[in-house]
């Protein structure tokens, strides 16, 4: 019987290293610095990108069969929905795939990912000691398959019940030539490279399996719930720099931090916090190359930042597992119970 997938599509963020001095400001990562060492994790690591653009081009029916029969649901999902040329009841599905893998634009890209990542041995411990604290956090939830693709800039993670897909495209750095072709704005292309893929990865899964209710479109629910999404990214990857894990430049991240009371003073003289109005509340968490009624100096998603800072004062004040945190329903209980208090 087909089982009928969750997922979650994304664009990536990415990264800027911050300085050490800037790391040490940080609050947080050393309380979550567990010892994860005695866990075991069988991650299964798999290129679905190799396997389909090194398809018998004289034979594309039973490359498809084949496709079909190792990867299953993802190539359904990836036919489907990620390249939108429809599932196996397709009956043109085997001309349609083979036309995606010989265009040059594609087969192109699908070059500069092989050169770029001709192996992933680096990315794959850096999952695998990511999952190792997912584990320990969560140790019931199931550990996904990890498959890379190549999907023509249409998404960079996709995450299933089952699997976690990776789009290398999406992480060829900040120079590659296909993302000035493409006009993306630089405040992106910026964060599109191989040191955010984990980061982004553990976002994702995190994002999925802890959705935002309809009921809670206020300004500081979402604000709220964004921050406990990148308190769970840096618990995944408690020893990285926080630019990694909101995907903020160094200079930004010290534009928050010398910023952190006049932001907040804002939302509350603006009377903004418990604004259920969408194109109020996506100025201060959406994205874009700095944060609307702030300083240009400012980057986008403050209100994701400060909401991260609430967060981690409430795991600081309260005895509350990782879990709980993500479990917790009353968003705005968290705020009352932080004790945060903003830098001046």
Known sequence: MYKQL???FVYSLGVILLPLILVLVGC???????????????????????????SDLNNMELEVSRLNSDYGLFFDLFTRRIVSIGGADNPNLAVSLKGFITDPQISEVYEATQLLYPELIQLENSIADAFK????????KYIPEVVTFVSGFNYAIVTTDSTLGIGLESYLG??????RMLGYP??????????????????????????????????????IHEGRILYFTEAMQPNIEDSLVIGF????????????????????????????????????????????????????????????????????????????????????????????????
Not at 133 to 140: D, E, K, T
Not at 193 to 222: F, G, H, T, W
């Open 6 to 8: 969750k997922y979650t």
């Open 28 to 54: 947080g990562n050393n309380a979550l610095d567990v010892d994860v060492s005695e866990i075991d994790v069988e991650l299964r690591f798999r290129r679905f990108e190799k396997a389909l653009f090194q």
């Open 133 to 140: 604290y997912y584990r320990y956090y969560f140790p019931n």
């Open 174 to 179: 900040k120079d590659s030539k296909y993302y």
């Open 186 to 223: 630089r405040y992106k292309v910026r964060n599109m490279n191989s040191s955010a893929i984990v980061p982004d990865c553990m976002r994702m899964i995190a994002s999925s399996d802890y959705e935002l209710k309809d009921s809670q479109k206020d300004l500081l629910s979402q604000m």
């Open 249 to 344: 430049t160094a200079a930004q991240i010290q534009w928050c931090w010398e910023n952190e009371r006049n932001m907040w003073t804002f939302y509350l003289d603006k009377d903004i916090l418990y604004s259920t109005e969408h194109t109020e509340n996506i100025k201060y968490i959406g994205e874009g190359p700095f944060t609307s009624g702030f300083s240009n100096e400012s980057p986008a998603r403050t209100g994701q930042w400060v909401g991260w800072q609430v967060v981690r004062s409430y795991m600081s004040s309260n005895e509350v597992s990782v879990k709980e945190l993500m479990e917790e329903e009353n968003l705005q209980s968290i705020l009352t119970k932080s004790n945060y208090k903003p830098r001046k």
